[in-house]
């Protein structure tokens, strides 16, 4: 019996604003390097128009494609944490303060101990997105560049 080649490979996956959840694309990528997913997450486009708001990096154990049998992923061995695109960190205080209308989520921000979201887009266009901001999650600017925290 012949046995299965298996390799590790890098992918970014894109999270775009959504119906009821967030659209998911991916692409494989040559490292986990941000200027490569951003560069990526330009050129791609959901449903409505949507553009990407973030990207996870993941590592995949991997078949390797033949010519009879394509690629496929056996299990993700790494995951990064979420990096947002062109969005802005606010605390509790800050949407109670700034959006003192949007009582969803700051009913959901106190009933669920949620102390930053991040929403967007700031500068560019696009659907407003927000999302539970977490330790070690990443903010992009929308030019591209890492946002120190």
Do not use: C
Request: a negative charge; aromatic letters at 10%.
């Amino acid at each position: 019996m012949k046995s299965i080649e298996t390799a590790e490979q890098h992918f970014a996956v894109f999270y775009s604003p959504g119906t009821f959840v967030s659209e998911t694309s991916e692409r494989a990528v040559e490292s986990w390097s941000i200027e490569e997913a951003f560069r990526a997450a330009q050129g791609i486009t959901e449903r409505y128009g949507a553009k990407p708001f973030g990207f996870d990096f993941e590592t995949r154990l991997v078949t390797v494609a033949s010519e009879s049998v394509p690629s496929t992923t056996l299990k993700v061995l790494k995951r990064s944490k979420r990096h947002y695109i062109d969005g802005r960190v606010m605390t509790l205080a800050d949407v109670e303060r700034e959006l003192p209308g949007e009582t969803i989520l700051i009913s959901n921000m106190r009933g669920n101990g949620i102390a930053r979201v991040v929403t967007g887009p700031v500068r560019s266009k696009g659907w407003r997105w927000t999302h539970q901001f977490n330790d070690g999650d990443v903010l992009i600017d929308a030019d591209g560049r890492e946002e120190s925290r």
